[in-house]
């Protein structure tokens, strides 16, 4: 099982990025998919999700700016993440959990974003 993540990188205050995710080795339709974030110093958090249907949930900071989308056809996830600020700088996590018992929970290594100010 594989998640890789993608699309991390350094952007100004105000600009864009979008992370991909893509999962190998397991039934990508079977899961919810998720972005978490972890900064330093700070717990790792929800940022937002993706079920098999199409319901997302966005985080108070995310909502507005940021879109989760999955295509189950090339398992994959985005997230676009818009309007950026120096507190959105973390390390980015794409996880995938199972959304039936046995209930499988993956996450990718992360990868980098920087907003600078």
């Known amino acids: 099982v594989h998640l890789v993540e993608s699309g991390g990188g350094l952007v100004q205050a105000g600009g864009s990025l979008r992370l991909s995710c893509v999962g190998s080795?397991?039934?990508?339709?079977?899961?919810?998919i998720s972005w978490f974030r972890q900064a330093p110093g700070k717990q790792r958090e929800l940022v937002a999700a993706?079920?098999?249907?199409?319901?997302?949930n966005y985080a108070d900071s995310a909502k507005g700016r940021f879109t989760i989308s999955r295509d189950n056809a090339a398992n994959t996830m985005y997230l676009q993440m818009n309007s950026l600020k120096p507190e959105d700088t973390a390390v980015y996590y794409c996880?995938?959990?199972?959304?039936?018992?046995?209930?499988?929970?993956?996450w990718g290594q992360g990868t980098q974003v920087t907003v600078s100010s």
């Open positions: 080795g397991f039934t990508f339709d079977d899961y919810v």
């Open positions: 993706i079920t098999r249907g199409g319901s997302t």
């Open positions: 996880n995938a959990r199972r959304q039936f018992l046995p209930a499988y929970d993956y």
